[in-house]
T-cell receptor, first 115, second 121 residues
Framework: AQKVTQAQTEISVVEKEDVTLDCVYETRDTTYYLFWYKQPPSGELVFLIRRNSFDEQNEISGRYSWNFQKSTSSFNFTITASQVVDSAVYFCALSENFGNEKLTFGTGTRLTIIP | DTAVSQTPKYLVTQMGNDKSIKCEQNLGHDTMYWYKQDSKKFLKIMFSYNNKELIINETVPNRFSPKSPDKAHLNLHINSLELGDSAVYFC????????????????????FGSGTRLTVV
């Protein structure tokens, strides 16, 4: 069965600091997809990134970057120069390709950026 | 244009009532889902439909019945509401290929609706 672990329940950092959110996953499939979603206080789920298991290249998008390491089954998310608007709950999720298409979510990390 | 829209956004109702939440997507996706987010923010899938066919039913009480009249709509009907049903319900859609093929399928990612906060009193 697939499983996603986000060990950090809550993180607080001062604005402009860098912060990394950890995500560790378990799956029996060799083909799978990993996701990050942001849930701001308003409640909607905002898609940030999707990565398939064949692509281990790290990705950067503005202040956001993602480090995918199959050897450690991790897909960590870093925000550089954090801003107050980054305060939210962040979810990592896993979808196995050959099976049903459900997303298995981690329990989320609540990130608070202190001005 | 909203890609995945849910109505209502808020729903407050008494125990024992029956209520429905509607979901529509205009992305042309062939798969739709219902997820439940509990008070601790934990997100878990409830149902999935692919082209109006139920493909996932994750040990959800029989009081919950999804209905998909066409592939752009997936509604959720809840009978005899209980206090424990209070949660945020998210609809989502994605584009995947037919389950009948073993060819590598591309999951084009999920799009979620904005959620329906259900409060049972």
């Amino acid at each position: 069965a697939q499983k996603v672990t986000q060990a950090q329940t809550e993180i607080s950092v001062v604005e402009k600091e860098d912060v990394t959110l950890d995500c560790v996953y378990e799956t029996r499939d060799t083909t799978y997809y990993l996701f990050w979603y942001k849930q701001p206080p308003s409640g909607e789920l905002v898609f940030l990134i999707r990565r398939n298991s064949f692509d281990e290249q790290n990705e950067i998008s503005g202040r956001y970057s993602w480090n995918f390491q199959k050897s450690t089954s991790s897909f960590n998310f870093t925000i550089t120069a954090s801003q107050v608007v980054d305060s939210a709950v962040y979810f990592c999720a896993l979808s196995e390709n050959f099976g049903n298409e459900k997303l298995t979510f981690g329990t989320g990390t609540r990130l608070t950026i202190i001005p | 244009d909203t890609a995945v829209s849910q109505t209502p956004k808020y729903l407050v109702t008494q125990m024992g009532n029956d209520k429905s939440i509607k979901c529509e997507q205009n992305l042309g996706h062939d798969t739709m889902y219902w997820y439940k987010q509990d008070s601790k923010k934990f997100l878990k899938i409830m149902f999935s439909y692919n082209n109006k066919e139920l493909i996932i039913n994750e040990t959800v009480p029989n009081r919950f019945s999804p209905k998909s009249p066409d592939k752009a709509h997936l509604n959720l009907h809840i009978n005899s509401l209980e206090l424990g049903d209070s949660a945020v319900y998210f609809c989502a859609s994605s584009q995947v290929r037919s389950r009948s093929t073993r060819i590598h399928r591309l999951n084009y990612g999920y799009t979620f609706g904005s959620g329906t906060r259900l409060t049972v009193v």
